[in-house]
């Protein structure tokens, strides 16, 4: 298929449209490739994401492939989430992630799950698959989490074990 781009000038506007052979649109659903997205939250902390591709499935949602998110908490302290696919809802500030959801925090801890509903407004992370804790204070197994204020107040509930490992 070829594409050609066609202008169109008015006096205040200039548009840019894409046309298949027959005059039919290339794309039902509009793509990006290597897309950033930025913002901040309700508290002014600011975050990052990025994905190999984005797909516009929406008007505020976009499908992404290979995400990688950043946030800076309260603290000073950042948090990274990467997972292999997404859902992001722009409008919300919301992403609904699946397939191997890893969640880094930088005062040492890994988490890792298949899914996680991220609130970038409210600095909140949500999950209700099997989850793995690592960190400096040891490994913890648990059936979902919830993180609140930042990272500040995490709860892990059903089927919870902990192993410490004593300093």
């Known amino acids: ?3 050609w781009p066609l202008t169109k000038m008015g006096k205040k506007n200039f548009k840019v449209t894409f046309e298949g052979q027959n005059g039919e649109g290339l794309l039902e659903e509009p793509s990006m490739l290597k897309p950033r997205f930025h913002g901040t939250g309700k508290s002014g ?6 994905s190999d591709e984005a797909v516009q499935t929406n008007q505020n949602k976009m499908a ?6 950043d946030m800076v908490l309260k603290d000073g302290s950042w948090m990274t989430i990467l997972s292999e696919t997404g859902d992001y809802n722009i409008g919300k500030k919301e992403v609904d992630l699946n397939g191997s959801v890893n969640l ?4 040492g801890y890994e988490m890792n799950t298949e899914s996680a509903h991220i609130n970038l407004s409210e600095n909140m992370a949500a999950g209700e698959e ?3 804790v690592h960190g400096p204070m040891g490994v913890l197994t648990a ?4 993180i609140r204020e930042g990272g500040n107040e995490m709860i892990f509930h059903g089927n919870v074990h902990m192993i410490t490992i004593p300093k």
């Open 64 to 69: 992404l492939q290979k995400v990688n998110g």
């Open 45 to 50: 902390n600011p975050y990052n994401i990025t």
């Open 104 to 107: 880094i925090i930088d005062t």
């Open 143 to 146: 059936d979902g989490f919830i």
């Open 1 to 3: 298929m070829l594409a």
């Open 130 to 132: 099997a989850v793995t």
